[in-house]
């Protein structure tokens, strides 16, 4: 799905927050509540298959399932619970629905893989776990922080603005930094195909709207915006 989703990400960019479109026709949803819907099967998913698996008594596949589920507590309740509810923005519906579908899989690859799949007896495992859950850690307050700040300026209103501080002075999209090096870091902890799987399609969805996002700046506020910042990755691109 990587190489579809990428290619056509280079041509459209999904019509929400800063690249809504003004369509009337389009059928749209509340953005809080859109964000929870598409995000909610990566929770109830995995607490339906993890009784199935064969390591559901290993305290293992409980500990390396923490971080990827406090993400989604964050991105499912924390986070729409921190966005404007009274917004003129809406959320398209066919975006919500390709997202809930998505997460409808990779809920089961990732909480499949863990629950039953995963050997938990190899003598790397801590080593890559340790490694996996600091480069996890890292992207998760990376990523947290940085909506923190976007959902700060437009709550002071009057539009957008240039946001400033932070790892925001090197790119424009930081948030999005910050999930690719979180699910690089589930990658390493779970040493799988199904970890590398979500760090690749994650990247081909987000580096292309981290590019969109940049261009929207540029194009927003011309000469006013910092030269030096890159889209996604500091000093590169």
């Known amino acids: 799905m990587s190489i579809p989703t990428y290619i056509l990400s280079q041509f459209v960019t999904a019509p929400y927050g800063k690249h809504s479109r003004s369509d009337k026709s389009e059928t749209t949803m509340s953005t809080p509540i859109a964000w929870a819907f598409m995000e909610s099967p990566m929770l109830w998913l995995t607490f339906l298959i993890f009784p199935f698996g064969k390591n559901y008594a290993n305290p293992l596949a409980y500990l390396v399932i923490s971080p990827y589920l406090i993400h989604y507590i964050n991105r499912t309740i924390i986070y729409p619970l921190r966005l404007d509810r009274k917004a003129s923005n809406k959320f398209p519906l066919n975006v919500a629905m390709t997202g809930f579908i998505y997460n409808v899989l990779n809920a089961y690859i990732q909480s499949r893989y863990v629950s039953h799949y995963a050997n938990y007896e190899d003598e790397r495992f801590w080593t890559r776990f340790g490694c996996g859950l600091f480069v996890f850690g890292f992207g998760m307050v990376l990523n947290v922080w940085a909506d923190g700040v976007l959902l700060g300026l437009k709550r002071q209103g009057g539009g957008y603005k240039i946001p400033r501080g932070g790892l925001f002075e090197y790119v424009s999209s930081p948030n999005y930094f910050g999930e690719i090096m979180e699910w690089l870091g589930w990658a390493?902890?779970?040493?799988?195909?199904?970890?590398?799987?979500?760090?690749?399609?994650?990247?081909?969805?987000?580096?292309?709207?981290?590019?969109?996002?940049?261009?929207?700046?540029?194009?927003?506020?011309?000469?006013?915006?910092?030269?030096?910042?890159?889209a996604i990755f500091p000093f590169l691109y």
């Open 188 to 230: 390493l902890m779970t040493w799988s195909w199904a970890g590398l799987a979500f760090l690749v399609y994650s990247s081909s969805n987000l580096v292309p709207r981290a590019v969109s996002t940049h261009k929207w700046y540029l194009g927003k506020f011309g000469e006013d915006y910092p030269k030096n910042r890159k």
